[in-house]
């Protein structure tokens, strides 16, 4: 059904910067906003709204496509189920794994037993609460086998992996069936948000080898994402990333073998991490090389590649920014490419990442250049965060009022970051100058559905409650009523004409208004072009 | 069994991680009468040499160092109370610890055992240890090295702390420091005046080396 145009449900999509027109730059840094703002590690990490609150402040100082902050996602589930953490006075809290919550099967037993209350045990009800974590678009959790590396220890893990598979397998089975999916479905019925994504960052090269990775590991992830389709969410486990340390033992095929398994845990969806690694020096045509066969195919490759840490922290400036050049150098032409600033360092000094910004958004301007060394860059310099703070805070936090009435929840979210950068489209600009159109995609189970709207050359989506009434009484001239699950089938034409019918004439799925929603998948087509 | 035969059975077991084995071969060779120090040199040391080399060609893993360091660490559990005192720890002492606030102890397990296969003598004081545990033992034990782990930001500048005060201390000339974990790098080991980086387990104890001269 291509027609209405393609509704993507991926990572890359929920990265990308909306209509902002250049490739985003987005970051992964409690540790640095923590220290930034001076602000304890125990109520930075404790109370969800201030962390979201100077996450914001902090993501606006340096220009970023979203908020900074973020929390212990590897910590939450374990938490929940009254492991023990050590909170360190200015350090993020970490799992104590000298007091594992299994030790053995009867520990297994007793957990499995345990009622967990997933609305109000430990810090769940702040990631319930919290508007950041409507924003963000996405149910954050832990995946299944760092949840499990969480649960037992490491060593103890891989001990059992290896020779008491039984204990492993049970472990696993309680991280998913008995935690994890229904504590992402109350996520996802709590805050609308449609795409799960799972921290897994114990999973990786050298930690595991690809095999033991894929028989190991990619069985549990698709079971969650199988179990979280039934309530039409989709799950994506970032496991398998490449993080070998000593550049000599770099090697193209391991490489290729972890993105198999990169894949296979996030749906299938051509969609790679390069995080945690020496991307900085590991060679990039290693990863053209295994793209290649996507890109034959006329699949859109998402890439997010990261910016290593510890260069963040220690520079040079010019060697960030030629990192970043050559990231969009190699990728941004062909694939879909998002930089993360990588677990940013607590102590990196501000300049290294107003360097990396700008570099993304001057570099990253779409289209991008066929020569990026013609292009000039300009690094802003900006007063320190303290003194910036002081001038500029209240004007930011209006502003970020002002930005949170216009969220965009569940499908909206979602269609907004695909569909937004229309409006820097020229054609779609002279040809729909005159154009009134609306659009309701109805997504019967979710908590929201989303209204698209093309009016004087300009498109727009929102999101609207799914009460009863609301969807009822919208008068829109083409609209889709289904569940999420049939709707990103039905949208990404992973379903056959016949079975279409079907659910047509079962009721299932209701379109109305096919030749306007016809006009949509024109507008969307103009991407493309 | 020959004698022979156990010792590369020993190694073999160390090697492929089977520590069940590995102990129960460490102890038939001692009641086999075969020298400690030659289970140690010829049975289990190789066992974990072998591993590092094939960590360096990319055939072994977390996976299978993790199991390989248990089964050295109870092998040597069962000869190293009767290898005499100038037999243990010929490479120099060292203190290892994951510093305060971090709880991360799957690079410390590896190395303790990589050091110990070096030859050093290992105290470990742990996770989550205070800057006044180090010193404290430093006083106490007078290691030639201090070992120090970490895998946050932010604990990561804890060690800083740790140098100032030996410094502080006037201890900072009889011990060398050597650093690990996943977000340090050469530049903050010279940052924060260390004296070495250990990028893994096994570059850890070549520094370690080093360092002794």
Redesign the interface.
């Known amino acids: 059904m291509a027609q209405t145009g393609e509704v993507k449900k991926d990572l890359g999509s929920v990265l990308s910067a909306g209509d902002k027109g250049y490739i985003s730059i987005l970051a992964q840094c409690h540790d640095h906003v923590m220290y930034l703002a001076e602000v304890p590690a125990k109520p930075f990490f404790t109370d969800f709204n201030l962390n979201f609150e100077i996450g914001g402040l902090v993501g606006k100082y340096y220009d970023l496509d979203g908020p900074a902050g973020g929390y212990d996602s590897y910590d939450l589930e374990v938490e929940a189920l009254g492991g023990k953490l050590i909170y360190g006075e200015n350090s993020m809290p970490t799992i104590d794994f000298r007091q594992p919550l299994i030790k053995n099967y009867e520990d297994l037993e007793k957990l499995k037993n345990k009622k967990i209350d997933f609305q109000n045990a430990g810090r769940f009800p702040m990631i319930l609460n919290t508007k950041g974590s409507m924003a963000s678009g996405m149910c954050i959790f832990c995946s299944p086998f760092s949840l499990a590396v969480g649960l037992m220890g490491f060593p103890k893990l891989i001990r059992a992996m290896k020779k008491d598979p039984k204990l492993y397998h049970g472990v696993m089975s309680f991280a998913v069936d008995d935690v994890l999916a229904p504590w992402i479905r109350i996520q996802n019925e709590t805050t609308g948000n449609l795409l799960g994504i799972g921290a897994d960052a114990w999973a990786s090269v050298p930690n595991l080898s690809p095999k033991e990775m894929m028989d190991w590991i990619v069985p549990y992830n698709q079971r969650l994402e199988k179990k979280c389709k039934e309530f039409g969410l989709m799950t994506m486990n970032v496991t398998g990333d490449y993080c070998e340390e000593r550049l000599e033992k770099f090697d193209p095929k391991i490489l290729h073998d972890s993105f198999d398994v990169e894949i296979a845990s996030m749906g299938g969806q051509p969609a790679l991490f390069l995080v945690m690694g020496r991307w900085h020096e590991y060679p990039l045509k290693a990863v053209r090389d295994y793209t290649e066969k996507f890109r034959k195919e006329g699949k859109n490759v998402s890439i997010t590649a990261g910016i290593n840490a510890r260069l963040l922290r220690d520079g040079p400036i010019e060697k960030i920014v030629d990192n970043i050049k050559r990231f969009i150098d190699a990728f941004g032409r062909d694939h879909s490419l998002s930089i993360i600033l990588s677990n940013i360092p607590a102590d990196t000094p501000s300049e290294h990442i107003h360097a990396a910004v700008a570099a993304t958004h001057t570099y990253g301007k779409f289209p991008i250049a066929d020569n990026l060394d013609e292009i000039e860059l300009k690094i802003p310099t900006k007063k320190p965060f303290k003194e910036w703070r002081i001038e500029n805070e209240s004007i930011v936090k209006a502003k970020m009022k002002e930005e949170a009435k216009k969220e965009r929840c569940g499908l909206a979210g979602l269609l907004w970051q695909q569909m937004g950068q229309i409006n820097q489209n020229k054609k779609f600009k002279e040809n729909y100058a005159d154009a009134k159109m609306s659009f309701l995609y109805n997504l019967t189970d979710q908590r929201y559905s989303a209204l698209i709207t093309v009016e004087n050359g300009t498109l727009d989506v929102k999101h609207i409650e799914n009460d009863g009434d609301t969807i009822k009484n919208m008068v829109v001239d083409g609209s889709i009523a289904c569940t999420a699950s049939l709707f990103f089938d039905f949208t990404g034409g992973k379903i056959s004409k016949v079975s279409m019918l079907l659910k047509m004439l079962t009721g299932k799925l209701k379109v109305k208004g096919m030749k306007k929603m016809k006009e949509l998948g024109n507008i969307m087509s103009l991407l493309t072009e | 069994m020959t004698n022979l035969k156990i010792l590369e059975d020993l190694k073999k077991a160390v090697l492929e991680?089977d520590d069940d084995i590995a102990q129960e071969l460490a102890q038939k060779a001692l009641e086999q009468d075969i020298e400690p120090m030659i289970i140690v040199n010829q049975g289990i040391i190789p066992g974990i040499q072998e591993a590092g080399e094939l960590w360096?060609q990319?055939e072994y893993?977390?996976?299978d160092i993790?199991?390989c360091a248990?089964a050295f660490r109870l092998a040597m559990e069962i000869i190293e109370p009767k290898l005499s005192a100038g037999e243990r720890g010929s490479s120099g002492k060292i203190i290892i610890g994951t510093v305060?606030?971090?709880?991360?102890?799957?690079g410390k397990?590896m190395v303790n055992a990589t050091l110990r296969g070096g030859g050093f003598e290992v105290i470990d004081l742990?996770?989550?240890v205070s800057k006044e545990t180090f010193i404290q033992t430093i006083k106490e034990e007078k290691p030639d090295i201090l070992g120090l782990g970490c895998?946050?930001?932010?604990?990561?500048?804890e060690m800083k702390e740790i140098v100032k005060q030996l410094e502080n201390e006037g201890l900072r000339n009889s011990v060398k420091v050597l650093i690990g974990g996943v977000?340090?790098?050469q530049?903050?080991a010279d940052e924060i005046k260390a004296d070495a980086w250990g990028?893994?387990a096994f570059?850890a104890v070549e520094k370690a080396k080093e360092v002794m001269g």
């Open positions: 991680g360096k990319n893993f977390h996976t993790i199991l248990e305060a606030g971090d709880m991360h102890n799957l397990i742990g996770e989550d895998y946050m930001t932010t604990t990561m500048l977000p340090c790098t530049e903050f990028k893994d570059d």
